[in-house]
């Protein structure tokens, strides 16, 4: 194969994913069908921040209520949550900077491994792609993402703004601690409801509104592959339908439903088990049998 | 979308932005008139992680040797090494996912002041557009970016693979030691002499040879704000002119040198001194004075 034609991206996209297909499509069938169980429901106010726990199996969804409100999650493994977490990195790689359903969400180095599957989205794709481009969407990643009040400082010169820092901030403290809370500095988060394209050269995003693209009862779903602690930020952008200030955003309240298949947790993928090592103890380690590829030589 | 439309993320740019850009502008200035001083230089080695320290007003210079060999770069103020450093998630919502000339890297919340500015880059970007399309590109930032070991397990079974996150945490272990490099499980960084277009549909990266497009002799430069920790590793994806297998990935070394004005440091931007407080303590505190927007109503 010519290296121009190999694209290393989408062959580890396909070849990655193709083992955990079946668990989605499992999932999906059965909140289609109508076979889950209710579990226990929560109601997210707005300006606040939630930690909650997930069970392997379970199936967690995000439900607008009045209005669409941009949520920003982040996950960590309940029995490691120091060491291991819903990555961004990862997950993008295999999946996509603008997730839709099918997509897993895969944890950090050295683990790398599904801690959740995306297995339904209500929200109308088409009408957000016809109203704001082929380049938009309302559930994505950004590099290390989760609005902070310092940001609002310097655009606005509002001090201590809400903000989804100090959103996953709290539901951290709350479901793990604080000093949990504080190994994540900046977490990076996952966000639903937030309507984005990446339309802008060089490559960035713009925000545009939300209530003629999502609304009331609009959901999205998530089957869970292990027991996870969770942290789940409102952004007060809210439907950002009016950004020109942070006061003039409007918040809505979130639903937070959890579910299971009706005779207990669903199936979920198996760990793969992988053997690389973390990184700091490897390099203490002096690298031993570190693979490389090769060094050129001038010509 | 209405004419009204109030694009949130291109007015903060223009807003913040454009307190700091005289600063880059003038660095851009002395460096093109040849009037930097060198002060050191080193040539780097592949698949080892490097570091150095860098000076406010100096500016580090990152150039192509005998070929193109992606870098992988993080900035660390020096005084709070674990509390403050270029993030790319505040570089990302003021510039772009591609940086470019002029842009600036933020650091993290609650500090969010420019700790670095690209000031130059002789990389033809107008070749890369006309060969990729629009989005082509050879800087940019992935979501909690850098390529680990693990990745390289799950997709090419190959464990304890060279990867930028081990060659980041050898470096970060030698300057800073092993508790606080242990702080940083996610290093997000900033990559250089990568060939990238976005052009997949949902969004995502994809990775280009550098032949042709990346020459002997061509650099990136950029001036530092204030004393910083320069992390860097070399890829181990190389050259990236042929990926299909990693063991044929081609390496090369690559040289930095390290300049000042003829009369000493540049002039540097300001810090904003911004008041916003620290997460943990602010909500701690019970998040006094909090500014909000507005909760919506359900009709």
Same mark, same amino acid.
Not at chain 1, 63 to 77: H, N, S
Not at chain 2, 191 to 216: A, C, W
């Given at each position: ?299 | ?161 060279? =990867?930028?996150? #081990? ?5 970060? $272990?030698?300057? !800073?030691?092993? /508790?606080?490099?242990? @702080? *940083?499980? &996610? ?22 040879? =550098?032949?042709? #497009? ?5 650099? $990136?430069?950029? !001036?530092?704000? /204030?004393?910083?920790? @320069? *992390?860097? &590793? ?66």
């Amino acid at each position: 194969m010519a290296a121009e034609e190999y694209d290393i991206i989408k062959d580890a996209y396909k070849r990655v994913n193709a083992p955990y297909q079946k668990y989605y499509e499992q999932a999906k069938a059965a909140s289609e069908a109508g076979k889950l169980k209710l579990v226990n429901e929560i109601i997210l106010e707005p300006y606040n921040g939630k930690g909650f726990e997930l069970k392997k199996g379970q199936v967690v969804r995000y439900e607008c209520i009045g209005g669409p409100q941009t949520i920003d999650l982040f996950y960590m493994v309940k029995s490691r949550p120091m060491e291991e977490w819903a990555d961004t990195f990862h997950t993008a790689c295999f999946g996509s900077h603008m997730y839709s359903e099918g997509i897993h969400f895969f944890s950090n180095s050295p683990y790398c491994r599904p801690l959740l599957t995306f297995i339904r989205d209500t929200v109308d794709w088409d009408k957000i792609k016809e109203l704001y481009g082929e380049r938009a969407g309302h559930n994505y990643v950004l590099h290390n993402g989760a609005c902070s009040s310092a940001i609002y400082e310097e655009v606005f010169g509002t001090v201590n703004s809400n903000s989804c820092h100090f959103n996953i901030a709290q539901g951290i403290m709350e479901i793990a601690g604080e000093d949990v809370a504080r190994r994540f500095i900046h977490p990076a988060c996952f966000m639903n409801f937030q309507i984005v394209a990446f339309d802008k050269i060089p490559t960035a995003l713009t925000y545009f509104p939300g209530v003629e693209c999502m609304g009331d009862g609009d959901f999205v779903e998530f089957l869970v592959h292990d027991d996870l602690y969770a942290a789940i930020s409102p952004c007060p952008l809210g439907d950002q339908e009016d950004m020109t200030s942070i006061e003039s955003c409007t918040c809505w309240p979130v639903r937070i439903a959890i579910y299971e298949g009706e005779d207990g947790p669903l199936e979920t993928a198996p760990d793969p088990q992988k053997k690389s090592a973390n990184a700091v103890d490897f390099v203490k380690a002096g690298r031993p049998g570190m693979v490389t590829g090769k060094v050129g030589k001038k010509a | 979308m209405t004419e009204e439309f109030f694009d949130a993320g291109e007015e903060a740019k223009k807003k913040v932005n454009k307190r700091y850009d005289p600063y880059c502008e003038k660095a851009r200035e002395l460096s093109d008139a040849g009037k930097l001083k060198l002060v050191s230089e080193t040539v780097c080695e592949p698949f080892q992680g490097a570091w150095f320290e860098l000076d406010k007003g100096q500016v580090i210079h990152y150039e192509v040797l005998d070929g193109p060999q992606i870098l992988d770069t993080r900035y660390h103020v020096r005084s709070r090494p674990t509390e403050e450093w270029a993030d790319p998630y505040h570089s990302t919502v003021m510039g772009a996912i591609t940086p470019y000339e002029g842009m600036h890297y933020y650091s993290n919340t609650p500090f969010t002041r420019p700790v670095m500015s690209i000031i130059k880059d002789t990389v033809d970007g107008e070749k890369i557009r006309k060969k990729y399309g629009p989005t082509g590109a050879h800087s940019f930032i992935y979501n909690s970016g850098r390529c680990t070991s693990g990745i390289y397990a799950l997709a090419y079974d190959l464990p304890n693979h060279n =990867s930028c996150d #081990l060659n980041l945490k050898q470096a970060m $272990v030698a300057a !800073l030691g092993e /508790e606080k490099a242990r @702080v *940083f499980h &996610s290093p997000a960084s900033i990559m250089h002499f990568q060939i990238v277009d976005f052009d997949k549909d949902p969004i995502n990266v994809t990775y280009r040879p =550098s032949e042709g #497009l990346i020459v002997q002799g061509d650099y $990136v430069e950029l !001036l530092a704000h /204030e004393d910083v920790y @320069v *992390f860097i &590793s070399p890829c181990p994806l190389g050259d990236q002119n042929d990926t299909s297998d990693l063991e044929k990935c081609v390496n090369w070394p690559w040289r930095v040198a390290i300049y000042e004005g003829e009369d000493g440091p540049l002039e540097t931007a300001p810090d904003p001194q911004h008041k916003t407080r620290d997460p943990f303590e602010f909500n701690k505190a019970g998040r006094p004075g909090m500014t909000t927007g507005v909760v919506g109503t359900k009709q």
